[in-house]
């Protein structure tokens, strides 16, 4: 395809924040975006210039996207590869159907490692009781999670033993899963990596990540208290993974650091993700400048960091007291802090453990930009790992 001049429209399956910052990246360089996302007040909806307020699946939604937009995009993997699919019928469609149907299953996504000679943790697919009580005892303790829909935290267990195994499998609805090996890590690590339609690849700084309740609390890049070796490994496997499934657009791949300095990829996003929104402060070109330039057939430089970087989660949590009332987060308070970058998402309600928005510390130095961090931390009382 060729380049999409500026003027062009692009389209974005779902209008979560993800969508609403690549929105932004888009209008930046002169393009139009249209979303579509059944939620009448999306995030990414209400930045768009043009928002189809459908569901994924309606068909004649799907055929005036397809119409008005040349090229189009997707800001979470669980949107039915299918529509995807049929979208790539009259239109350019990336990261294509195929990608995202590995990535929506944790089995698939395994073999594909496998495929990319990229080493994961010891696991097996269960898909039926029977299954549990052959699983290999190798196994346990272990993280059962299921095949497809989990994200967050969502859909897993830990499992200490064959009973705790089959409670959880229950739990998780009898739905296939899979059960992977407890390991010992000593730290997480995530790649965000682009590739363009002429095969040409860009990756962001290799971050490191500390999770709350399974929800990505805090992220350091560049990563910190890991060996340059372990880094430079982190960029060759997700090379080899992007380049396996002839992959176009952003991706992201999860790795584990375990005690002893092995390597093991966890699971990965066909997206830009949550531990790369540093880089829209960061960096030369954020995450979603280069989603929009891999849709857009647009060229993909070498990303350089110019800024140290902590970036912290703020969850709908950070919108109540001790008591329970609702009440506004000190921003003021915050934005005082030179360095401070603050994000936030425009959804109307703030709930527990939902994502509402995202704050950036930057520095010239990882020791300022850490220090930085606690100072911002203590005074919104949240949870930082730098």
């Known amino acids: 395809m060729k380049p999409l001049p500026p003027g062009s429209w692009l389209g974005m399956l779902g209008g979560g924040q993800l969508g609403r910052m690549a929105v932004h990246a888009a209008q930046r360089l002169g393009y139009r975006v249209a979303v579509l996302?059944?939620?009448?007040?999306?995030?990414?909806?209400?930045?768009?210039?043009?928002?189809?307020?459908?569901?994924?699946?309606?068909?004649?939604?799907?055929a005036q996207l397809a119409q008005l937009c040349p090229a189009i995009s997707t800001e979470f993997e669980n949107v039915p590869a299918r529509v995807l699919a049929k979208l790539a019928e009259s239109c350019f469609v990336a990261p294509a159907a195929t990608a995202v149907a590995v990535c929506q299953d944790r089995a698939a996504e395994k073999a594909h490692f496998a495929r990319s000679q990229v080493p994961c943790a010891p696991h097996a697919v269960l898909a039926s009781s029977a299954d549990c009580e052959a699983a290999d005892a190798a196994l346990?303790?272990?993280?059962?999670?299921?095949?497809?829909?989990?994200?967050?935290?969502?859909?897993?267990?830990?499992?200490?033993?064959?009973?705790?195994?089959?409670?959880?499998?229950?739990?998780?609805?009898?739905?296939?899963?899979?059960?992977?090996?407890?390991?010992?890590?000593?730290?997480?690590?995530?790649?965000?990596?682009?590739?363009?339609?002429?095969?040409?690849?860009?990756?962001?700084p290799v971050q490191r990540n500390w999770h709350e309740d399974g929800i990505l609390a805090t992220t350091v890049a560049p990563a910190t208290g890991v060996a340059n070796e372990c880094?430079?490994?982190?960029?060759?496997?997700?090379?080899?993974?992007?380049?396996?499934?002839?992959?176009?657009?952003?991706?992201?791949?999860?790795?584990?650091v375990l005690e002893d300095g092995r390597l093991l990829a966890n699971e990965m996003a066909p997206r830009p993700h949550n531990s790369g929104h540093?880089?829209?402060?960061?960096c030369s070109l954020s995450q979603f400048d280069l989603q929009v330039r891999a849709l857009a057939g647009l060229p993909l430089p070498a990303v350089r960091q110019h800024s140290a970087t902590v970036m912290l989660n703020l969850l709908g949590d950070l919108w109540f007291d001790a008591q329970g009332q609702q009440r506004e987060?000190?921003?003021?308070?915050?934005?005082a802090l030179e360095g401070t970058h603050l994000h936030l998402y425009g959804k109307v309600e703030p709930r527990r453990a939902r994502k509402m928005g995202h704050l950036t510390l930057t520095a010239a130095s990882a020791e300022d930009a850490a220090a930085l961090a606690r100072r911002a931390a203590a005074l919104l009382r949240l949870p930082c790992h730098a």
């Open 37 to 62: 996302d059944p939620d009448l007040n999306s995030p990414a909806g209400s930045a768009a210039d043009e928002h189809l307020c459908a569901p994924y699946e309606e068909p004649r939604a799907l």
């Open 140 to 204: 346990l303790p272990g993280i059962l999670k299921t095949a497809t829909l989990g994200y967050d935290g969502k859909g897993q267990r830990r499992v200490r033993d064959r009973a705790e195994l089959l409670t959880a499998f229950r739990e998780l609805g009898g739905v296939r899963c899979v059960l992977e090996a407890l390991l010992p890590l000593a730290a997480e690590l995530s790649v965000v990596v682009a590739r363009g339609q002429d095969g040409a690849m860009s990756l962001l």
């Open 231 to 256: 880094i430079a490994q982190a960029e060759q496997h997700a090379r080899a993974i992007a380049e396996a499934m002839g992959y176009v657009g952003v991706l992201c791949i999860e790795f584990f």
């Open 278 to 282: 540093h880089s829209i402060d960061s």
């Open 329 to 335: 987060p000190d921003w003021a308070g915050l934005l």
